[in-house]
T-cell receptor, first 115, second 113 residues
Framework: GAGVSQSPSNKVTEKGKDVELRCDPISGHTALYWYRQSLGQGLEFLIYFQGNSAPDKSGLPSDRFSAERTGGSVSTLTIQRTQQEDSAVYLC?????????????FGPGTRLTVT | RKEVEQDPGPFNVPEGATVAFNCTYSNSASQSFFWYRQDCRKEPKLLMSVYSSGNEDGRFTAQLNRASQYISLLIRDSKLSDSATYLCVVNIEPSNTGNQFYFGTGTSLTVIP
């Protein structure tokens, strides 16, 4: 079946511009996660959605970052007034919440470059 | 203190060698455990879940030690294609912020011909 998809795959933007990143989770997956990964670094948690609500926004680095999820499916991560330190790969993952082990499945990521 | 800690390596091993990675976690309420593999400039991909009784998938064996709060991954007969970064992942649910996954920073493995 279809996996997690993200768009765009690459985004180059000028400092100060706003960007919007999109994530399409696996159909039926109720949980959705955003992470970012800078070159050679580990994953940095940003935000988690359960359905359309976000119980944990603790990882958002600043108020320039926001995310929403509608219809329990697609999610968008918006970065306002981008800065060079925002350059990273933004990864989305989805998971089926239930009993027992449930794994996260990742999308291919959006590589953001702020010039 | 980090939720999940791994030795970053790098581990450089010859083809055919056996290599083991350990990972420790700090929260005793952790419920689910996984190993992911991440190739250079790619997204993490699930390698295997780790079950309480330990589990094996071909050349890969995962173990969980709840008393000491660590999980391990053993790779036998290493192949060149095993070269990657291996991420240890711990899940805690429920928590006061709902379901949460914690990732280690990864252990780098290079298998040398």
């Amino acid at each position: 079946g279809a996996g997690v998809s993200q768009s765009p795959s690459n985004k180059v933007t000028e400092k100060g511009k706003d960007v919007e990143l999109r994530c399409d989770p696996i159909s039926g997956h109720t949980a959705l996660y955003w992470y970012r990964q800078s070159l050679g670094q580990g994953l940095e948690f940003l935000i988690y959605f359960q359905g359309n609500s976000a119980p944990d926004k603790s990882g958002l680095p600043s108020d320039r970052f926001s995310a929403e999820r509608t219809g329990g499916s697609v999610s968008t991560l918006t970065i306002q007034r981008t800065q060079q330190e925002d350059s990273a790969v933004y990864l989305c993952a989805s998971s089926l919440i239930g009993t027992g082990n449930y794994e996260q499945y990742f999308g291919p990521g959006t590589r953001l470059t702020v010039t | 203190r980090k939720e999940v800690e791994q030795d970053p390596g790098p581990f450089n091993v010859p083809e055919g060698a056996t290599v083991a990675f350990n990972c420790t976690y700090s929260n005793s309420a952790s419920q689910s455990f996984f190993w992911y593999r991440q190739d250079c400039r790619k997204e993490p991909k699930l390698l295997m879940s780790v079950y309480s009784s330990g589990n094996e998938d071909g050349r890969f064996t995962a173990q969980l030690n709840r008393a000491s709060q660590y999980i391990s991954l053993l790779i036998r007969d290493s192949k060149l294609s095993d070269s990657a970064t291996y991420l240890c992942v711990v899940n805690i649910e429920p928590s006061n912020t709902g379901n949460q996954f914690y990732f280690g920073t990864g252990t780098s493995l290079t298998v040398i011909p």
